[in-house]
């Protein structure tokens, strides 16, 4: 059964730093992309970043020098180093990845920004 878990968001003010984390079980990570994406009150889910198997990363235009993602195999995690941020980064924060032709998601963090 695959699972994702993820852990760190809080409370930040402007122009500080979270840093999340998404714990994947059930899968052979080393072979697989992962995602993270947002979502904010009365908006649609965005996507934030991605890092493929093989490290390759890419990021929303608006978190581009603000955020890295990043994953360590060997313990089966993905994560997002969050810097200066911004209120508008207040969100629930998603993991995301495929595995078999199915798409599975975590529970969400939430990341609250204050001004």
């Known amino acids: 059964q695959v699972q994702l878990v993820e852990s760190g968001g809080g409370l930040a003010q402007a122009g500080g730093s979270l840093r999340l984390s998404c714990a994947a079980s059930?899968?052979?990570?080393?072979?697989?992309?992962m995602g993270w994406y947002r979502q904010a009150p009365g908006k649609q889910r965005e996507l934030v970043a991605t890092?493929?198997?093989?490290?390759?990363?890419n990021y929303a235009d608006s978190v581009k020098g603000r955020f890295t993602i990043s994953r360590e195999n060997a313990k089966n995690t993905v994560h997002l180093q969050m810097n200066s941020l911004k209120p508008e980064d207040t969100a629930v924060y998603y993991c995301?990845?495929?595995?078999?032709?199915?798409?599975?998601w975590g529970q969400g963090t939430q990341v609250t920004v204050s001004s």
């Open positions: 059930g899968i052979i990570f080393s072979l697989i992309g």
């Open positions: 890092i493929t198997r093989t490290g390759s990363t």
């Open positions: 995301k990845t495929e595995w078999a032709r199915t798409t599975y």
